[in-house]
């Protein structure tokens, strides 16, 4: 596998402020990463990092097998489309679209022209008048008919409603699927994305939580639902991440993988069990209370 | 393609900001003049200094420029020299072009003998002696030192931002200050206007090279801005 962003103990400071400590991972090609995490996590600082839009306290940072900053053959390789993006009042749609075809090098004109009309949206306007929806919708276009190898959305879809949202996922997949590439995702709607993600990366506090394959997380942790006696004595002695009791009725959220024999114990006894989503998973993880039982999760 | 025709590109597309504004201005200032020179049938001479007002604006339109684009262009991995080379070009192309607009405007108010009514708009008093491509000469230099000098400040608030700028400010303000009273203080204010009425054309060719120094401090600044 070709290693396309290697980060080895990237830190960034703020004065005395630490936003992302000894963050170390590694991106690898033609795969879709989800970046997750809180606000404030240092999940758009990371990808300011990896783009040289934001220079790093200390650690090394590779792209390409390149450091990143002021190298075109790396820059020119990236899509970085971020919600805080700003435009220049004076452009138009159009403009911004020409002059992103005129920077890409594999920019695909017949692909943005169909997402335009995918998205209605009206190339005349300025983007100083644009619905924080359609502005997202933009940014959208750029990073898909860009075609970059490395292609990064930073919560690209504030202001979109659910079809425009779903457009997205579906042309980012067909086109993946023609025209591989490597594509970092950052949101907070992990439910509508978690099916398309290959690897999860959770960012919580400037550190990483979390690094592993998709697939293996799905199975990583159960809820058990059924009477709170039955349950509390079944989830004693397990890892335990989450709770709730509703009359006599109790949920408990424990992590690892159950055999099939511990399976038909559970349900045997009259508990039903459910695998947590990514999502709940991940709130589960970043909520606070669970911090630092990551190493728990390996 | 060549990233640094791309960010010229770009620019090319905000040609409002670029070209026509600074000329509806300047042209505008022009008409008033005319209306002037013609009310008063050409009895006075005037020379009013509208000029100034293209290369207040071009100072005006590098500071707006770069706040606006910089942070555009670096979203779409534009590296920071390219964008500071494709600005410059830009700056300088349109800096020489609005020099020959102005000379010509120069030479047919020459001929037209002040447009018939003594407007002297586009020549300055001093420039009377000055060859046609002197008078292109002191254009294109203003111009251009009026440029990197908005380019300038623009560059300290990208590197700096809020903080760059109060200190810039603030020492500028102590500068002034300290200078205003030694000229008062030593009574020097008719040495000084003196040394500017002599030795105007100096300051003309200084313009050049501190033009250069501002690029120079521009790009270094440029190169470690962040969003």
């Known amino acids: ?298 | 393609m060549n990233r640094m025709a791309g960010v010229m590109k770009m620019h090319w597309r905000d040609k409002w900001s670029w070209i026509f504004i600074p000329w509806v201005v300047v042209l505008f200032s022009f008409a008033t003049n005319l209306t002037i020179g013609g009310l008063t049938g050409g009895e006075e001479n005037i020379n009013s200094g509208g000029l100034s007002s293209i290369f207040i604006y071009i100072f005006v339109c590098s500071l707006i420029v770069q706040g606006q684009t910089f942070p555009f262009a670096l979203g779409l991995n534009v590296r920071r020299l390219d964008f500071f080379a494709g600005t410059s070009a830009m700056g300088v192309l349109v800096s020489a072009a609005s020099a020959v607009v102005l000379l010509l405007f120069s030479l047919a108010e020459e001929l037209s003998d002040g447009w018939g009514v003594s407007v002297h708009f586009f020549n300055l008093p001093f420039m009377d002696g000055i060859s046609p491509l002197g008078r292109l000469g002191i254009y294109f230099v203003v111009m251009v030192h009026m440029f990197f000098l908005g380019f300038v400040i623009a560059s300290i608030y990208r590197r700096f931002k809020r903080t760059g700028m109060f200190v810039f400010f603030a020492a500028l303000f102590v500068l002034m200050s300290v200078a205003t009273f030694a000229l008062t203080y030593f009574n020097l204010w008719l040495d000084l206007f003196g040394w500017f009425a002599n030795h105007y054309m100096d300051i003309f060719v200084w313009m050049a090279p501190i033009a250069v120094v501002y690029a120079l401090l521009s790009y270094a600044m440029i190169r470690r801005a962040t969003i």
Not at chain 1, 33 to 61: C, D, V
Not at chain 1, 139 to 151: D, E, N, Q, Y
Not at chain 1, 250 to 265: C, D, F, I, T, W
Request: net charge negative.
């Open chain 1, 1 to 298: 596998m070709n290693r396309i962003v290697e980060v080895n103990r990237l830190n960034k400071t703020y004065g005395s402020e630490t936003v992302i400590q000894d963050v170390s991972f590694t991106i690898e090609e033609n795969k879709i990463y989800g970046l997750l995490g809180r606000n404030g996590a240092g999940k758009t600082t990371i990808m300011h990092m990896i783009t040289a839009q934001l220079f790093p306290s200390g650690g090394e940072l590779k792209v390409f097998g390149e450091h990143p900053y002021e190298n075109n053959r790396v820059l020119t390789r990236m899509s970085f489309i971020k919600e805080s993006q700003k435009y220049p009042d004076v452009f138009r749609i159009a403009d911004v679209l020409d002059i992103a075809a005129d920077l890409y090098p594999n920019w695909d004109q017949g692909f943005a022209e169909q997402l335009i009309e995918d998205f209605r949206l009206p190339v005349k306007r300025r983007m100083k008048k644009l619905s924080r929806g359609m502005l997202s919708s933009v940014g959208i276009i750029v990073g898909l008919a860009s075609r970059a190898p490395l292609t990064i959305f930073d919560e690209p879809y504030l202001g979109l409603d659910a079809v425009a949202r779903n457009l997205f996922y579906e042309r980012l997949l067909e086109d993946y699927a023609e025209h591989p590439r490597t594509v970092i995702l950052s949101t907070h709607l992990i439910d509508e994305v978690s099916n398309m993600l290959e690897h999860v990366i959770v960012i919580d506090n400037g550190k990483i939580l979390l690094d592993e394959e998709a697939d293996s997380l799905r199975g990583k942790a159960f809820t058990a639902v059924g009477p709170a006696a039955t349950v509390r004595a079944w989830a004693a002695g397990k890892q335990l991440i989450h709770e709730e009791a509703i009359g006599g009725l109790m949920s408990a959220s424990v992590l690892g993988n159950l055999s099939a024999a511990e399976r038909r114990e559970a349900e045997a006894q009259g508990i039903e069990l459910v695998p947590v989503s990514l999502q709940q998973l991940i709130v589960h993880l970043t909520s606070g209370k669970t911090n630092g039982k990551v190493a728990e999760l390996g």
